[in-house]
């Protein structure tokens, strides 16, 4: 009976032994790899960046001129008028290696700061129409949440706010129609949202 084992055993070892020497190989080609592509990139000379979709601040649009006796509104509001003057870009799930690969090494600090700008948006609009929420303005919250969602923000709360909003107006097509922006999203998030999504559609 010790044979039988002491083979197995031995067998074990050998395919052991071989998955981990194949594994540090293939990371050591991933790295290689990593290493020569980013060497491209920081070789990249500078390219227009006239082919960016850059986002724009609708403030016609967005309710800029509600509860604004409120501190905390108020601040937003300045926030988003601010960015609206601004380049804006949503960069979410784009390494800077990619960047510098498609539009230059020169341009990676002026595409970081657009991708910034992008981040501030998307959580500001997130925390005012939080607070238009919570003063009851319902109408006004959607609108930011929908703006929002359209310029591809990965903050899982809009989906739920707005998901919510459209729930207790009995909206499911509203609910549904979220579900192939979430699914385009490039982010880690996009599981959550998705999975926040079809809950409230089950509800």
């Known amino acids: 009976m010790r044979l039988p ?3 197995t055993v031995l067998i074990l070892i050998v395919v052991i032994g071989f998955a981990v020497r194949r594994g540090k190989d293939q990371y050591a080609r991933d790295e ?6 980013e060497r491209r990139a920081n070789s990249t000379r500078r390219k227009s960046l006239d082919g960016l979709k850059l986002i724009s601040v609708p403030l016609d649009r967005l309710p800029t001129d509600v509860c604004t006796d409120d501190p905390r509104i108020a601040e937003y509001v ?3 008028t601010g960015l609206a003057e601004t380049r804006i870009a949503n960069l979410t799930g784009i ?14 600090t002026e595409l970081s700061k657009y991708d910034q700008r992008y981040t501030a948006l998307a959580s500001t609009l997130q925390r005012w129409a939080d607070a238009l929420l919570e003063k009851g303005e319902r109408d006004a919250a959607q609108v930011i949440l929908e703006y929002a969602v359209e310029i591809g923000t990965d903050v899982s709360g809009t989906y739920r706010a707005l998901a919510k909003l459209y729930d207790e107006a009995g909206d499911k097509d509203s609910i549904r129609a979220l579900i192939p922006k979430a699914e385009a999203l490039n982010t880690p998030m ?3 949202i998705l999975h926040a999504l079809n809950e409230r559609l089950t509800c």
């Open 5 to 7: 084992i002491l083979i």
């Open 32 to 37: 290689a790899d990593f290493w020569e592509k």
């Open 78 to 80: 300045e926030i988003v």
């Open 95 to 108: 390494s800077n290696t990619d960047l510098k690969l498609q539009y230059g090494a020169p341009n990676i």
């Open 190 to 192: 996009k599981d959550s």
